[in-house]
């Protein structure tokens, strides 16, 4: 387990904030222990909470072309069959995953292959589970290609409380299965749309792991 780059200034200077808030009770209040244990406390549990959220799991990944893996560690919440409008225009098996804001929000990749779209779309902050979050909402959609010259498009959906996605990859670029190609902070959504042959998996209610649960199969 190690902590996300995206987290390390910012746990940084929560560190400093923290010590300079204990510090000054410290001097203010040098008689009242119970202020100055309550406040440790207090910063002590609102650190690690920040901490966790700034995760990142080290594991092994079994690659395997017809798999489709997790992007992301969450709740499956919508399986459904929907029209893509924005690239693939056509139908498509839609599989969405709510990421909570105790859930690992680093993001990976469900297959490997060349990334063949790529955009940034600014938007709006509703709930992740609000059935306009994946058209109006700030996301970024990415298309990738496998070998076999099958696309598969995802989306990074912020929420509410998740304003700040973070996409790593370019079009052209060249990832494998179950590599990190973005974060998105405090909770949010991915969706990820499967040509209609795909063999779906999972079911709605599923605890999924970014990288390690498999939930469709292509053919």
Known sequence: MTIHREGRILLFVLLLVLFGLNWAILYFF???????????LASVIFYLLILQFFRNPIF??????????????GKVV?????????????KRKQIS???????????????????????YHPGKYLVAWHPKSSTENERTTVVVKT????????RQIAGALARRIKCY???GQVLDQGEEFGFIKFGSRVDIFLPL????????GDITKGGRTVIAELN
Not at 62 to 72: F, M, Y
């Open 30 to 40: 040098p008689q009242s222990a119970l202020v100055q244990n309550s406040v440790i």
């Open 169 to 171: 990859v370019k079009e």
């Open 147 to 154: 070998k076999n010259g099958v696309e598969i498009l995802f």
């Open 60 to 73: 092994s990944i079994s690659k395997d072309e017809k798999q489709v893996l997790a992007p992301a560690d």
């Open 97 to 119: 995953i709510f990421m909570s804001p105790v859930n690992v929000h680093v993001n990976r990749m469900p297959v490997g292959g060349i990334i063949s779209f790529f955009r």
């Open 197 to 204: 042959d795909a063999k779906v998996t999972c079911k709605i």
């Open 78 to 90: 919508v399986i459904e069959e929907t029209e893509e409008t924005e690239y693939l225009n056509g």
